[in-house]
Structure formats: structure tokens, C-alpha cells
């Protein structure tokens, strides 16, 4: 389960390069049926007014005026029917000849859902989703946009019209290397230039991506490439440390790996590691399976034609642990994540394409940065900017000089910028849209950040295996405190006993489930997972739900016993395996625990074997060298014997109930 929530504000008039700090007003919409249509609201200066809305729950935008469209504002894409929508992304210029897009329409019987009343014609129920490959975004926005910048990294421009071109040379140096459509292509980068052209290259050339964390073990990495089949991974020196290994251990054919440096402008370019070898930046690739980057795209032919079938052909494989634990592939196709996207842009009033700057610092290989990151930058022609990691100051001066727009994060990223010491120092009046993954964002958090950027914060809901996101409260309508929102277009929902699969009673908690354009396709070579998730058209999402009587969602717990560490699933089962390990450890069990930074972080209770010995620090030491950081035990129990069912499983609930009890003894 992941949580969403965003933060918008209404884009400047001023020019792409200088945005207007707006002023922020704060008003009531209509309820549904009267007034005017909250979708066709906007701010404006603080003496005007919206007719038909007072002062005080959900923010409302106040209408395009004709005035205001000669003055630059432009009409925003949610004011535009669908079909225009579409023909904005047509490639239209002499010389290509592209085919158009055919239109087909994903419908549900959910005319008659309690939200749907609620769109009031700001979104469409149902949308029409052009029937093309993922990557056709990038390619229409370097034809209508070849001089603008895709992505500034640290300050280099990258154009659509380069990108595009570089794009094309990575899916024609695959092709050579022998990868063909169908074929799984490993991608493992930090958000940097690389892991944007290699996304589009292997998609441009059918192959299918596979993304892995660059902050996974080794242990990981080997099972997502043995799973998923991938023989090829394109990486940079600064993430590439378990690469090599990978590559002499025989798990892989091919590694392609990129200097960082390569895209940093000349000052950066210098003081950046030089040396070889050196911390950090293990020696380029050697022998006929290794390839420099720069050297492998420069004697790239142009990519072969291929045939894509949206609907059927896989875009994307990535990795979720699901109800059991055991990594599993979510097979996404290309239509999946145009769907997605789409919804997306849909659900985002006055967004103006060509014009937006998207501050990228999520992580592209989480399905949550993809989204809504990079697809989402490439099908409204906007601008990434680059962040390979979260660095507070780094963010800070980063929004200060180059202005983004939108903002997806992670409630950490919130927390961290509300509580810096001179936050007051820098101008981040610019960002509109704040789009945050994990657990719902306090009120507090929310409500400082909102008055920091002049933004809006609703939350919403997403998982892997819908692409991600499905639900998301309304910008304009009634923003309700502690909800995930509104099911996006075209995505309808059912909550049922977990138990006899029967519907609920209105407001009773239950299964939540889903189903819509942007549920996966399946789980990678995992039969019986599909059919515990996939039934009758629909994806059983594990997370436990309510509805309201208008149609509003809230999540109440999850029938999953994931632990959520700062937008990271981590699974129990997993980090055990790693503690039953241990020389000295004779039982373990893991559960997640309040953190006021993580959301959650993990808590090891430990049994140790007789007469053996280890400390705390030995078991997390231990865990170092073995998971990825953010899956390491920051606290460790350790205990005579932990709580077992009758069959001898380990109770886990019982140990959250007493670490929750425990705690409200203590008030920590």
C-alpha cells in the first residue's frame, strides 16, 4: 500500500524561466450540484471572489477569464475536451510520418458510484486513452518541443531534441548487443540523464525494463535478474559497486556502465571524482562484456522498426513483495502506464504543457517516481530536474534557483523542509503540486508546508500493481482529513469481506478492491499469485477500507504485513531470513514501529540459541552486510521465547500489541 498526497498552486503567466509568486486564497466549494462547477474555479488576486463558494474547506481555483488568457495563463489541459487532449501529443511535421492514435475508451459499470456525481465536470468519469506505446510521449514533445529542456541536471540542460536522439542511439546500441522485443533489459541508476535515456531506449526498442534499487544488496539484485531473466544491466559508476561481481558470478551477459560526470556541467565536471577506482566509483567496465557508456551510444545504428501492441506487450517489470514476502514481478504494460498517466494529468487542473518544471528527486525506479515523475514530465512536456538524492540543502537551493512547479516527495522529504532552520531563506513559492508517497501526511506537516509554498496538500493512494495510483482527493471539491479521496476516472472499487468476498454495509471496513486501465497485467511467472490477486477483473489489494456515503475512501489497516519505512515496503519475512542467519540467533521475528521521521521503522525481537552471545549492535551490524539500509532493525528485543500459535507460527500481532501497549504506557 502506498499513500499519496498532494500540493498544487495555480501556474504563473510570467514566462517559463520566471513564474509570479501568487498569493494564496483559501475558499469553500459549492456543494455538489450548486454554484458553479468547483473543476471550473481558480485562484486570482485576493480581491476577487469565486460565486457560489465561502471561505472555508476544500481550495478552489477561480476561472479562466478571457483577460487573463491574453495575459499568457493559456487554457489549462482539464479545460480542454479529451480528444484535443490527444491531438496536443500528435506528431505533426512534414517529413515523419507517425500514424495517429486510435481512441479506445476502458469502461466500468460504475456510472452510478457515489463519486462519480462529485467530478461535477472538472474530470471526466471516463477518459479516452490514445492506444500507443509508452515512450510515444517523449517522441511527440522532442517534435513539438526540440528546444526545450526534458531535464536540467545540476544545472545542464538536456533538450527534448537530444534526449530524443540519445534515446534512439541506447535502443539501437541494445539492438547490436543482440536484445530484442520481449527481451527483460536491468536498469539501475540513481535519478540522473542515464536512467532517463535507458528508460526510453529499451522501451523504444520493445525490450522490457526491469528497475533495480541501487541500494539493494547483492542478494537482491541476483534474485530480481535470475527471476525476471534479464541478461543486460546499464548502470553508473556511482551506484555500480555490486555490478561487477554480478557479471563475473556469469548472472549477467552484458553491463554498460555510465560516468556521472558525463552530464554535469564543466565546473561540476572537474571537481567530481576523477580518479578510478577511487570510493564510490569502481573502474570502468574491461573485456568483451563490459561497455563505457559514452563509447557504446557513439557507433549506435538507428534502432529497427517494432511493433508494439500496447494492451498485450510488457513495458515494465517491478519488483513488490505482495501479500507473502517473496519478491514478485509486476508485469505493467504499456498501456497500463499511459492510462495512468493520463489519469493523472486529468486529476491535475491548469496544468500547462511545455510549461511545467518537476522537481525529481522520488526515485525513478520506484513505480511512484516513474509515474509520476518521468512519464508524467514526457507526456505534458515538462522539465526534470535531476536530484540523484535527497539532500536537504541541495532541494532547498535547488527550488530557490530553478523554480519547479510540481514537487512529488515522500513525507520525510515535507518533514525535513518544514523543520530546517532557515527554510525562511529560500523562495519555494514556485511549487504548486507536492505529491507525497507512504502514510498519510499529519495535519500539521501538511498545513506548515501548505503555508511555506502557497500550496494545496490532498492525499491520495496508490500500489505497484496499479501503475501506481488509483485514488486521490479532488482539487476541487471537499479535501477530507485523514482520506485517500476519490477513485481516479475510469477506476472503480469495491470493499468486501475478507472473508466470504461479499460486499460490505456502507461505511463498514472490508478488502479493498480495484479495477481499471491501469491494474497489471499479473505478477512475473507467479501463477497462484495471480489468482489469489487477480479475480473476476479484479485486483484484491490486500489493504483493509471504508467508504463514506459521498464516496470518499480511507484506509483503516492492511490485511499485508508490510512495515512502511519512508515510502519503502519492507517485508517481514524477508529481514527474518536475514536474523535466522546469525550464528547466534535461534528465533526472530519483525514488525514495524512508530517513527517520527520514517513513518515506520523495523523492530527485531530476537531469541538467541543457548550459551551463545550478541549485542544489539552485533544483529544490526549483521544485517548491514546482508539487506539494503533502509531494511536494517534500528531497535532490537531480545527475548526467552516470542508468542506462537498452535501449529508453533510466530504471532506477530501479538508482538505489535504489546509494543503499542508498551508504549502508551511509556508515551513514547
Same mark, same amino acid.
Given at each position: 500500500m502506498?499513500?499519496?498526497?498532494?500540493?498544487?498552486?495555480?501556474?504563473?503567466?510570467e514566462?517559463?524561466?520566471?513564474?509570479?509568486?501568487?498569493?494564496?486564497s483559501?475558499?469553500?466549494?459549492?456543494k455538489?450540484?450548486?454554484?458553479?462547477?468547483?473543476g471550473?474555479?481558480?485562484?486570482?488576486?485576493?480581491?476577487?471572489?469565486? *460565486?457560489?463558494?465561502s471561505?472555508?474547506?476544500?481550495?478552489?481555483?477561480?476561472?479562466?477569464?478571457?483577460?487573463?488568457?491574453?495575459?499568457?495563463?493559456?487554457?489549462?489541459?482539464?479545460?480542454?475536451?479529451?480528444?484535443?487532449?490527444?491531438?496536443?501529443?500528435?506528431?505533426?511535421?512534414?517529413?515523419?510520418?507517425?500514424?495517429?492514435?486510435?481512441?479506445?475508451?476502458?469502461?466500468?459499470?460504475?456510472?452510478?458510484?457515489?463519486?462519480?456525481r462529485?467530478?461535477?465536470?472538472?474530470?471526466?468519469?471516463?477518459?479516452?486513452? @490514445?492506444?500507443? @506505446?509508452?515512450?510515444?510521449?517523449?517522441?511527440?514533445?522532442?517534435?513539438e518541443?526540440?528546444?526545450h529542456?526534458?531535464a536540467?541536471?545540476?544545472?545542464?540542460?538536456?533538450?527534448?531534441?537530444?534526449?530524443?536522439?540519445?534515446?534512439?542511439?541506447?535502443?539501437?546500441?541494445?539492438?547490436?548487443?543482440?536484445?530484442?522485443?520481449?527481451?527483460?533489459?536491468? &536498469?539501475?541508476?540513481?535519478?540522473c540523464p542515464?536512467?532517463v535515456?535507458?528508460?526510453?531506449?529499451?522501451?523504444?526498442?520493445g525490450?522490457?525494463?526491469?528497475?533495480?534499487?541501487?541500494?539493494?544488496? %547483492?542478494?537482491?539484485?541476483?534474485?530480481?535478474?535470475?527471476?525476471?531473466?534479464a541478461?543486460?544491466?546499464?548502470?553508473?559508476?556511482?551506484?555500480?559497486g555490486?555490478t561487477?561481481?554480478?557479471?563475473?558470478?556469469?548472472r549477467?551477459?552484458?553491463?554498460?556502465v555510465?560516468?556521472?560526470?558525463?552530464?554535469?556541467?564543466?565546473?561540476?565536471?572537474i571537481?567530481?571524482?576523477?580518479?578510478?577506482?577511487g570510493?564510490?566509483?569502481?573502474?570502468? +567496465?574491461s573485456g568483451?562484456?563490459?561497455?563505457?557508456?559514452?563509447?557504446?551510444?557513439?557507433g549506435?545504428p538507428?534502432?529497427?522498426?517494432?511493433?508494439?501492441?500496447?494492451?498485450?506487450?510488457?513495458?515494465?517489470?517491478q519488483?513488490?513483495?505482495?501479500?507473502?514476502?517473496t *519478491?514478485?514481478?509486476?508485469?505493467?504494460?504499456?498501456?497500463n502506464?499511459?492510462?495512468?498517466?493520463?489519469q493523472?494529468?486529468?486529476?491535475?487542473?491548469?496544468?500547462?504543457?511545455?510549461?511545467e518544471?518537476i522537481?525529481?528527486?522520488?526515485?525513478?525506479?520506484?513505480?511512484?517516481?516513474?509515474t509520476?515523475?518521468?512519464?508524467?514530465?514526457?507526456?505534458?512536456?515538462?522539465?526534470?530536474?535531476?536530484? *540523484?538524492?535527497f539532500?536537504?540543502?541541495?532541494?532547498l537551493?535547488?527550488?530557490?534557483?530553478y523554480?519547479?512547479?510540481l514537487?512529488p516527495?515522500?513525507?520525510?522529504?515535507?518533514?525535513?523542509?518544514n523543520?530546517? +532552520?532557515?527554510?525562511?531563506?529560500?523562495?519555494?513559492?514556485?511549487?504548486?503540486?507536492c505529491?507525497?508517497?507512504?502514510?498519510?501526511?499529519?495535519?500539521e506537516?501538511?498545513?506548515?508546508f501548505?503555508?511555506?509554498?502557497?500550496?494545496q496538500?490532498?492525499?491520495?493512494?496508490?500500489?505497484?500493481e496499479?501503475?501506481?495510483?488509483?485514488?486521490?482527493?479532488p482539487?476541487w471539491?471537499?479535501?477530507?482529513?485523514?482520506?485517500?479521496?476519490?477513485?481516479?476516472?475510469d477506476?472503480?472499487?469495491?470493499?468486501?469481506?475478507?472473508?466470504?468476498?461479499?460486499?460490505?454495509? &456502507?461505511?463498514?471496513?472490508?478488502?479493498?478492491?480495484i479495477?481499471?486501465?491501469?491494474?497489471?497485467?499479473g505478477?512475473?511467472n507467479?501463477?497462484e499469485?495471480? %489468482?489469489?490477486?487477480?479475480?473476476?477483473g479484479?485486483?484484491?489489494?490486500?489493504?483493509?477500507?471504508?467508504?463514506?456515503?459521498?464516496?470518499?475512501?480511507?484506509?483503516v489497516?492492511?490485511?499485508?504485513?508490510?512495515i512502511?519505512?519512508?515510502?519503502?515496503?519492507?517485508?517481514?519475512?524477508?529481514?527474518e531470513e536475514?536474523?535466522?542467519?546469525?550464528?547466534?540467533v535461534?528465533? %526472530?521475528?519483525?514488525i514495524?514501529? +512508530?517513527?517520527p521521521?520514517?513513518?515506520?521503522?523495523?523492530?527485531?525481537?530476537v531469541?538467541?540459541?543457548?550459551?551463545?552471545?550478541?549485542?544489539?549492535?552485533?544483529?544490526i551490524?549483521?544485517?548491514?552486510?546482508?539487506?539494503?539500509?533502509?531494511?536494517?532493525?534500528t531497535?532490537?528485543?531480545?527475548?526467552?521465547?516470542?508468542?506462537?500459535s498452535?501449529?508453533?507460527?510466530?504471532?506477530?500481532?501479538?508482538?505489535?500489541e504489546?509494543?503499542?501497549?508498551?508504549?502508551?504506557?511509556?508515551?513514547a
Amino acid at each position: 500500500m502506498t499513500v499519496w498526497t498532494q500540493a498544487r498552486r495555480v501556474p504563473s503567466g510570467e514566462s517559463w524561466g520566471s513564474p509570479t509568486n501568487w498569493k494564496r486564497s483559501r475558499s469553500r466549494g459549492s456543494k455538489p450540484g450548486t454554484g458553479n462547477p468547483p473543476g471550473d474555479c481558480r485562484i486570482r488576486r485576493d480581491s476577487e471572489h469565486c *460565486p457560489g463558494q465561502s471561505s472555508s474547506q476544500g481550495r478552489r481555483r477561480l476561472p479562466f477569464s478571457a483577460a487573463g488568457r491574453r495575459q499568457g495563463f493559456g487554457v489549462p489541459l482539464w479545460n480542454i475536451p479529451t480528444k484535443r487532449l490527444v491531438d496536443s501529443f500528435r506528431v505533426r511535421h512534414t517529413g515523419i510520418s507517425i500514424a495517429r492514435w486510435s481512441t479506445v475508451s476502458w469502461t466500468a459499470s460504475y456510472d452510478q458510484r457515489p463519486w462519480v456525481r462529485l467530478y461535477q465536470g472538472a474530470v471526466k468519469p471516463s477518459l479516452d486513452y @490514445p492506444d500507443i @506505446p509508452l515512450y510515444r510521449f517523449l517522441e511527440d514533445s522532442a517534435v513539438e518541443f526540440p528546444e526545450h529542456p526534458a531535464a536540467l541536471f545540476f544545472g545542464r540542460p538536456l533538450l527534448y531534441r537530444d534526449l530524443k536522439q540519445q534515446v534512439d542511439r541506447f535502443a539501437g546500441a541494445l539492438a547490436r548487443l543482440g536484445v530484442r522485443k520481449g527481451d527483460r533489459v536491468a &536498469l539501475m541508476f540513481p535519478n540522473c540523464p542515464q536512467a532517463v535515456i535507458a528508460y526510453y531506449g529499451a522501451l523504444r526498442l520493445g525490450a522490457v525494463v526491469v528497475q533495480l534499487s541501487p541500494i539493494a544488496s %547483492a542478494r537482491e539484485l541476483a534474485f530480481q535478474l535470475e527471476d525476471s531473466g534479464a541478461r543486460i544491466l546499464a548502470t553508473v559508476d556511482a551506484v555500480a559497486g555490486h555490478t561487477g561481481r554480478l557479471l563475473d558470478e556469469g548472472r549477467l551477459d552484458h553491463l554498460i556502465v555510465g560516468r556521472i560526470s558525463d552530464y554535469l556541467p564543466g565546473v561540476l565536471r572537474i571537481l567530481y571524482p576523477l580518479k578510478p577506482g577511487g570510493e564510490g566509483q569502481p573502474p570502468p +567496465p574491461s573485456g568483451p562484456q563490459g561497455y563505457d557508456w559514452q563509447s557504446l551510444l557513439a557507433g549506435a545504428p538507428p534502432p529497427p522498426p517494432v511493433d508494439i501492441d500496447p494492451h498485450e506487450d510488457l513495458a515494465l517489470i517491478q519488483y513488490t513483495g505482495g501479500t507473502t514476502g517473496t *519478491p514478485k514481478g509486476a508485469m505493467l504494460t504499456h498501456r497500463n502506464l499511459v492510462c495512468n498517466t493520463l489519469q493523472a494529468v486529468a486529476w491535475f487542473p491548469g496544468l500547462e504543457r511545455g510549461r511545467e518544471r518537476i522537481l525529481a528527486v522520488l526515485p525513478f525506479f520506484h513505480v511512484y517516481g516513474m509515474t509520476v515523475c518521468m512519464n508524467f514530465a514526457m507526456a505534458t512536456a515538462a522539465t526534470l530536474l535531476l536530484l *540523484p538524492r535527497f539532500d536537504l540543502d541541495s532541494v532547498l537551493k535547488t527550488i530557490n534557483r530553478y523554480r519547479p512547479t510540481l514537487f512529488p516527495g515522500a513525507p520525510t522529504m515535507y518533514v525535513a523542509i518544514n523543520n530546517h +532552520p532557515h527554510v525562511q531563506r529560500y523562495d519555494l513559492r514556485s511549487i504548486r503540486a507536492c505529491i507525497s508517497g507512504a502514510a498519510p501526511l499529519p495535519v500539521e506537516v501538511r498545513e506548515r508546508f501548505e503555508a511555506l509554498t502557497g500550496g494545496q496538500l490532498v492525499e491520495g493512494y496508490g500500489l505497484t500493481e496499479a501503475s501506481p495510483v488509483t485514488h486521490c482527493n479532488p482539487f476541487w471539491g471537499e479535501v477530507r482529513a485523514g482520506s485517500i479521496g476519490l477513485p481516479f476516472p475510469d477506476t472503480d472499487c469495491r470493499i468486501v469481506d475478507p472473508e466470504t468476498g461479499e460486499d460490505v454495509p &456502507l461505511g463498514q471496513p472490508g478488502e479493498l478492491l480495484i479495477r481499471g486501465p491501469q491494474v497489471m497485467k499479473g505478477y512475473w511467472n507467479r501463477p497462484e499469485e495471480n %489468482a489469489r490477486a487477480l479475480r473476476d477483473g479484479w485486483l484484491y489489494t490486500g489493504d483493509v477500507a471504508r467508504m463514506d456515503e459521498d464516496g470518499y475512501f480511507y484506509i483503516v489497516d492492511r490485511l499485508k504485513e508490510i512495515i512502511i519505512a519512508g515510502g519503502f515496503n519492507i517485508y517481514p519475512r524477508e529481514v527474518e531470513e536475514v536474523l535466522y542467519e546469525h550464528p547466534a540467533v535461534k528465533e %526472530a521475528a519483525v514488525i514495524g514501529v +512508530p517513527d517520527p521521521y520514517r513513518g515506520e521503522t523495523v523492530k527485531a525481537f530476537v531469541v538467541l540459541k543457548p550459551g551463545a552471545r550478541a549485542t544489539a549492535d552485533d544483529i544490526i551490524a549483521f544485517c548491514r552486510e546482508h539487506l539494503a539500509r533502509y531494511k536494517v532493525p534500528t531497535h532490537v528485543e531480545f527475548r526467552d521465547d516470542l508468542p506462537k500459535s498452535l501449529v508453533g507460527k510466530v504471532l506477530r500481532r501479538v508482538l505489535a500489541e504489546e509494543e503499542a501497549a508498551k508504549r502508551a504506557q511509556t508515551g513514547a
